[in-house]
T-cell receptor
Framework: GNSVTQMEGPVTLSEEAFLTINCTYT??????LFWYVQYPGEGLQLLLK?????DKGSNKGFEATYRKETTSFHLEKGSVQVSDSAVYFC????????FGKGTRLSVIA | NAGVTQTPKFQVLKTGQSMTLQCAQD?????MYWYRQDPGMGLRLIYY???????DKGEVPNGYNVSRLNKREFSLRLESAAPSQTSVYFC????????????FGQGTRLTVV
């Protein structure tokens, strides 16, 4: 099935720093790609998605572009805030839906 | 909309006790999942149900059983709890098709002593 390799954290940044979390995928066919976020004490929730090559997903200042040529879906944000501290998971659409270890982001004021 | 509802939110069990974690979704989703989350281990799939009437093992099924009671409900049972099953358990559901996102419950924090 489809799978991802995601950079492991933890990642610690100062407020207003630039964020990149790398994610590369292997897939048969053309899966959709998702970034999920997990805030402390909560379940995962969708952050953004892209359904085909060259699509850009965006939400809350985060962006990720579905790059077929490099099989990547890197998450970026230009200026992180303390409230972005969370664990981030990259995942391809799949049955069953499996996740990696995620990347823990801590943003300090 | 309630989305995905898990019960209970917290539970403490003694080794050898049994219990069932309940999960229900109100989004008419075909697929439902149970995961466990341990520190540093990410989310690991225990069992999943791709459609009503079917269940399949995930990465870490040992010590667990599941029941897809109907399209809405998917329960996880621990027949004889062990300390190694201390974890946070998440239920999730998703629609059919590659564009559909998964929706998660708030989790059940289980401690086995």
């Amino acid at each position: 099935g489809n799978s991802v390799t995601q950079m492991e954290g933890p990642v610690t940044l100062s407020e207003e720093a630039f964020l990149t979390i790398n994610c590369t995928y292997t897939a048969t066919g053309y899966p959709s790609l998702f970034w999920y976020v997990q805030y402390p004490g909560e379940g995962l929730q969708l952050l953004l998605k892209a359904t085909k090559a060259d699509d850009k997903g965006s939400n809350k200042g985060f962006e990720a572009t579905y790059r077929k040529e490099t099989t990547s879906f890197h998450l970026e944000k230009g200026s992180v805030q303390v409230s972005d501290s969370a664990v981030y998971f990259c995942a391809p659409s799949n049955t069953p839906l499996v996740f990696g270890k995620g990347t823990r982001l801590s943003v300090i004021a | 909309n309630a989305g995905v509802t898990q019960t209970p939110k917290f539970q403490v069990l003694k080794t050898g006790q049994s219990m069932t974690l309940q999960c229900a979704q109100d989004m008419n989703h075909n697929s439902m999942y149970w995961y466990r989350q341990d520190p540093g281990m990410g989310l690991r799939l225990i069992y999943y149900s791709a459609s009503e009437g079917t269940t399949d093992k995930g990465e870490v099924p040992n010590g667990y059983n599941v029941s897809r009671l109907n399209k809405r409900e998917f329960s996880l049972r621990l027949e004889s709890a062990a300390p190694s099953q201390t974890s946070v358990y998440f239920c999730a559901s998703s629609g059919r098709g590659s564009a559909y996102e998964a929706f998660f419950g708030q989790g059940t924090r289980l401690t086995v002593v």
